[in-house]
């Protein structure tokens, strides 16, 4: 069964930083751009970020680049963002997402909030 | 970025009656390969996003012939036959032709 598994989420102050991370099980991981979205509460849906399968290539949206960083270990199963200079517009359930390739994203975490408030 | 307008439904729809959701794209998803870059999600409550339809009207694997696509280059419409309990959620549409992805604001669709 594919699973994608969000952690790391939590309460932040402005300014800080916070690491979350998308556990991957029941595919053959290291074949995959994996994406990163998130939701604000009552809002809809933004994507962040994507890395391909080998790392060799990252896009940010504008909002977040220079700010957030994604990478990823094929070994570990395991794409981790990195969020910086934490803002409280940046408050949102953030989710993991399967690229299907060239067709949209199959499958994605249940999802990790992080809330940035002072 | 390519803006998409998704529109309302007149909710609540009966159960068993159809509903029709539209979206439209500031730009032609229309590429060169002859693919239309419109894919559907719904985003039933409390749970994350599934993917219905892509490439405007292909079904994914697993989703009920109830759902259909269909549009154009920059007008689209997803259509739910006979509406069920399980399809209550927020629909998305989201353009897959370029970067950024974006998505549709959502359409909520509520059962009676």
């Known amino acids: 069964e594919v699973q994608l598994v969000e952690s790391g989420g939590g309460l932040v102050q402005p300014g800080s930083s916070l690491k979350v991370s998308c556990v991957a099980s029941g595919f053959t991981f290291s074949s995959y751009v994996i994406h990163w979205f998130r939701q604000a509460p009552e809002n809809g849906i933004e994507w962040l970020a994507y890395i391909t399968s080998d790392s060799a290539n990252t896009h940010y949206a504008e909002t977040v680049r220079g700010r957030f960083t994604i990478s990823r270990d094929n070994a570990k199963n395991t794409v981790d963002m990195q969020l910086s200079s934490l803002r409280s517009e940046d408050t949102a359930m953030y989710f993991c997402?399967?690229?299907?390739?060239?067709?949209?994203?199959?499958?994605w975490g249940q999802g990790v909030m992080v809330t940035v408030s002072s | 970025d390519i803006v998409m307008t998704q529109g309302a439904l007149p909710n609540p729809v009966p159960s068993g009656e159809s509903a029709s959701i539209t979206c439209q794209s500031s730009k032609s998803l229309l590429h060169s390969n002859g693919k239309t870059y419109l894919n559907w999600y719904l985003q039933r409550p409390g749970q994350s996003p599934h993917l219905l339809i892509y490439w405007m009207s292909t079904r994914a694997s697993g989703v009920s012939d109830r759902f259909s696509g269909s549009g154009s280059g920059t007008d689209f419409t997803l259509k739910i036959s006979s509406v069920e309990a399980e399809d209550v959620g927020v629909y998305y549409c989201?353009?897959?032709?370029?970067?950024?992805?974006?998505f549709g604001s959502g359409t909520k669709l509520e059962i009676k």
């Open positions: 989201q353009q897959f032709l370029e970067y950024p992805l974006t």
């Open positions: 997402a399967r690229e299907s390739s060239g067709v949209g994203f199959d499958y």
